[in-house]
T-cell receptor, first 114, second 114 residues
Framework: AQSVTQLGSHVSVSEGALVLLRCNYS??????LFWYVQYPNQGLQLLLK??????LVKGINGFEAEFKKSETSFHLTKPSAHMSDAAEYFC????????????FGGGTRLMVKP | DAGVTQSPTHLIKTRGQQVTLRCSPK?????VSWYQQALGQGPQFIFQ???????QRGNFPDRFSGHQFPNYSSELNVNALLLGDSALYLC?????????????FGEGSRLTVL
């Protein structure tokens, strides 16, 4: 079985500030981890993915995430928030057995204040 | 290159009715997955179709059924609608059912059950 917990359903930062969105996972086998972003009334867009290569993964729009096996975490960061980053962010997990059947967390809504 | 397209974008049904949602995968993709996203929650996996067969299924009742056509497009059918079926239904496509890479999502079909 696999699961994802995203701490904080809402996160608010000022424009230019550091963005940190937390994700912890549970998986009985080596995981593959993803961050997706969802803008209002749109589908999900992949930000980045970890598939057992480098533990620090760089994605689109300046986002990156670090896989920490000892902490079962895959937190998403961005050094400087932009107004256009305001959206819902979802962390997801799968593994070799589950293929592309993703298990998503509950999501974190990021708000960016001017 | 068209991405994943879904129809209809919005629809309203009443309890007990039946609904059919449609999805065309991204060009070159042969696998379609369906997810249900209730308001304020992360997407939940319903099932996946590959080679016109259901390959994986999440924890959804038999009222939820699907089909994949020879051109890889897919339908999601829900019978005997309940109020709790109100949600955004997302279709995602990929190349192969075991691909743990990127899923491409459509913008979804928003179903309201009254």
């Amino acid at each position: 079985a696999q699961s994802v917990t995203q701490l904080g359903s809402h996160v608010s930062v000022s424009e230019g500030a550091l963005v940190l969105l937390r994700c912890n996972y549970s998986s009985s086998v080596p995981p593959y981890l993803f961050w997706y972003v969802q803008y209002p009334n749109q589908g999900l867009q992949l930000l980045l993915k970890y598939t057992s290569a480098a533990t620090l993964v760089k994605g689109i729009n300046g986002f990156e995430a670090e896989f920490k096996k000892s902490e079962t975490s895959f937190h998403l960061t961005k050094p400087s928030a932009h107004m256009s980053d305001a959206a819902e962010y979802f962390c997801a997990v799968t593994n070799n057995n589950a293929g592309n059947m993703l298990t998503f967390g509950g999501g974190t809504r990021l708000m960016v204040k001017p | 290159d068209a991405g994943v397209t879904q129809s209809p974008t919005h629809l309203i049904k009443t309890r007990g009715q039946q609904v059919t949602l449609r999805c065309s995968p991204k060009s070159g993709h042969d696998t379609v997955s369906w997810y249900q996203q209730a308001l304020g929650q992360g997407p939940q996996f319903i099932f996946q179709y590959y080679e016109e067969e259901e390959r994986q299924r999440g924890n959804f009742p038999d009222r939820f059924s699907g089909h994949q056509f020879p051109n890889y497009s897919s339908e999601l059918n829900v019978n005997a609608l309940l109020l709790g079926d109100s949600a955004l239904y997302l279709c995602a496509s990929s190349s192969g059912p075991a691909n743990t890479g990127e899923l491409f999502f459509g913008e979804g079909s928003r179903l309201t059950v009254l």
